[in-house]
């Protein structure tokens, strides 16, 4: 090969999308199991027409962003999922070898957009059961520290920050060190003590601190994971700042009209109402997993701990036995969860019919020895 890529390329790991045997139903990706809520097509169709023109109603998108976080226009930013927006933080923010640190295991997007960029990751495990190690983190920064870039809720684990621990962040993250929080999954939360930035900054009366930025995106909640479209809070000048790095006009029409679509009074009735039933759905299906788990218990046989996960999906920490435990869902219950080899499996909350089977299947290899 001719083309030498820069060396951090190598660490890399080239994504490759999960073989999906037939009749078999896809729980590894976290995406939305739902069709695009009512009017979306519409909305999107109208744009359709105008796809010779650059732009599109970029700022009505994000005047209905910020009014939906009670905050200004200028707080905001689109990107091309969150991702595109993180590594756009990341671009901008770090020089060749500033580290970036965030705990493991998380959401690996987060190595690959440090590698893209030079920059370099420090990664400080978690907790047992999979949730951020806050003292850990925060002895982890050094003078090369640019960023502190935490999931939450986690991924693959579901577990959220606390308000404590939110507050201690902000107030103990240095000034000169940009305290990332990426709420993906934040709105499928439902622990009375989860805490999360942009409802903490949701009303405009206090200034966002200069150092936090806030991510979220569309591809979880509202269903639009293949329309590649998140935002950022952050202060005007972090915004601004964020805007240089970002290719002029850089989100495309139809994105921007699901933005306005999915931020209007009708878009947000109906996405609640999906994330509520997704919600209520793990719960189910965790509640319903440690009740046989228990029964498992009284039986002598072995048994999983079932976290409790504040994400669209369920964690199942069976640690060496992760691959198996997938193979096995794939042949008896036809649905294909995502292992991570040594650690555990998570699955995506997906039809009702399909979760009987995982919650059968899960129950089935846990007491059968
Ligand atoms: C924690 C987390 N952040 C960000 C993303 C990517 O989101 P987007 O589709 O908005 O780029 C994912 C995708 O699964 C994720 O798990």
């Given at each position: 090969m001719t083309v030498r890529f820069r060396a951090?390329?190598?660490q890399i790991a080239l994504f490759e999308r999960a073989q999906l045997p037939d009749g078999v139903a896809r729980a590894?990706?976290?995406?939305?199991?739902?069709?695009?809520?009512?009017?979306l097509a519409d909305a999107i169709a109208a744009e359709i027409p105008h796809l010779?023109?650059?732009?599109?109603?970029t700022d009505a998108a994000l005047a209905h962003i910020a009014r939906a976080h009670g905050r200004?226009?200028?707080?905001v930013i689109l990107g091309s999922g969150s991702m595109d927006v993180i590594r756009t933080l990341i671009g901008s923010v770090c020089e060749a070898g500033d580290e970036v640190v965030t705990s493991?295991?998380?959401?690996e997007g987060y190595l690959a957009a440090c590698h893209a960029h030079g920059a370099t990751p420090v990664t400080v495990p978690t907790d047992a059961?999979?949730?951020?190690d806050v003292d850990a983190l925060l002895a982890a920064i050094?003078?090369?520290?640019?960023i502190l870039l935490l999931a939450n809720p986690n991924t693959p684990s579901g577990r959220p920050l606390t308000r404590e621990q939110l507050d201690r962040l902000i107030a103990e993250?240095?000034?000169?060190v940009v305290l990332a929080l990426?709420?993906?999954?934040?709105?499928?939360a439902t622990s009375p003590r989860a805490a999360f930035g942009a409802p903490l900054f949701t009303?405009?009366?206090?200034?966002?601190?200069?150092n936090v930025v806030v991510l979220r995106t569309l591809s979880k909640g509202a269903g639009l994971a293949g329309l590649r479209v998140g935002y950022a809070l952050a202060a005007p000048a972090v915004i601004a700042g964020l805007s240089k790095s970002r290719?002029?006009?850089?989100?495309d029409r139809l994105a921007v009209a699901a933005v306005e679509h999915c931020f209007s009074r009708e878009g947000l009735d109906q996405i609640e109402d999906r994330v509520m039933w997704i919600a209520a759905e793990r719960q189910r299906i965790e509640r319903t997993l440690r009740d046989r788990m228990e029964r498992a218990e009284i039986d002598g046989r072995p048994r999983i701990d079932i976290v409790h996960s504040d994400g669209s999906f369920v964690w199942l920490p069976v640690g060496d036995r992760a691959e198996a435990l997938r193979d096995h869902l794939v042949d008896a219950a036809r649905v294909l969860p995502r292992a991570y080899a040594g650690e555990g499996v998570r699955y995506t909350v997906i039809e009702a019919e399909h979760n009987d089977r995982f919650i059968d299947g899960v129950s089935e290899w846990a007491t059968r020895r």
């Open positions: 951090a390329h190598d590894c990706f976290n995406e939305s199991h739902l069709p695009p809520i009512d009017g010779n023109e650059y732009g599109g109603r200004t226009a200028d707080e493991w295991r998380t959401f059961d999979g949730a951020h050094t003078e090369r520290t640019r993250t240095p000034d000169r990426d709420e993906a999954f934040s709105e499928f009303g405009g009366g206090t200034d966002l601190p200069e290719a002029q006009l850089g989100v």
